[in-house]
């Protein structure tokens, strides 16, 4: 076992997959030289060489454009786009071809593609480089939307998602990149997308989180346990395909359900969550499903990101309200 970080976890996972696999390629703004904004490819261009890692310009159109020509003939592209929210101008190529090609070639072509970039907000950043848009690509029919929230989860689903034959977006919670470390097997190992976690088992109430959220709902799971609160904590890690079942089975248990994230309200992932609660396990209810997010507005700057996201104390009081219900 090593002790890694998310940017070590997900860096070895790469190192593993264009060792064992010749057809996967890295490749993004920066990623070569550089090692990417953050430094997750570091030190793979001089491995494997500028073929398998390599800098392209700065155009996340042809970026994800030309990955699916890539996966099409065989490769498994590895596509960095240096901040989720430069990820628009390639949004076009994401659903038109890279979401479709398989279900237009009627399985004769598939594009094992992964798109990766860092998301999200709390590292006093700007609105493009903070916020969070998974519901947008899980609403896409054809592409998997996967979120880990620990350095272990991440180099598990980032090799799974690379061997993957339908495509992935995998979102990378910058605030976790070095924010917190954990024994991290150094052979390879794999975790199925479309599975979440039982992170912490309880019986008054289920709280589901995903990415950098995860830490904040413990955090609040620690004052809440205080007061005697039997929380169960789910981490989704898959938003598309959502593993429902889990969640359903934990609420028969608890009777409430209370889901955390960073993302804007309306229509997001939390309402999606619910709206399963509600279909499967309703009568099993004791209080009204119930969400924490953030706000229907663009990220603030940073003096006002506080103020934006959800953070311990909210979570504390939103699982007291629900258990009080």
Known sequence: MAVMNMVQAINSALDFKLKDDESVVVYGEDVGVEGGVFRVTEGLQKKYGEKRVFDTPLAESMIIGTGVGMGAMGLRPVAEIQFSGFIYPGFNQLISHVSRIRARSRGTITCPMVIRAPYGGGVRALEMHSESLEAVYGHIPGLKMVIPATPYDAKGLMISAIEDNDP??????????????????EEPYRIKIGKAKVAQE??????????A???????????????????????????????????????KKTG????????????????????????????YLEAPPTRLTGFDTIVPLPMGEDL??????????????????
């Open 256 to 283: 409430r359900i209370l889901v955390v994230h960073e993302a804007a309200r309306s229509f997001g992932t939390g309402a999606e969550i619910m709206a399963a609660v509600n279909e499967e396990a309703f009568l």
């Open 213 to 251: 959220m995860l830490r904040a709902v413990q955090q609040g799971i620690a004052k809440a346990k205080k007061e005697g609160i039997s929380v169960e904590l789910i981490d989704l890690r898959t938003i598309f395909p959502m593993d429902t079942d889990t969640i359903v089975e934990s609420v």
């Open 308 to 325: 934006y996201y959800p953070d311990a104390d909210r979570v504390y009081h939103h699982i007291k309200k629900v258990v009080e219900f």
């Open 168 to 185: 992935v977006m995998f979102l990378e919670p910058k605030k976790v990149y070095r924010a917190i470390k954990q024994e991290v097997p």
């Open 202 to 211: 309880g019986d008054q109430i289920t709280v589901v989180a995903y990415g």
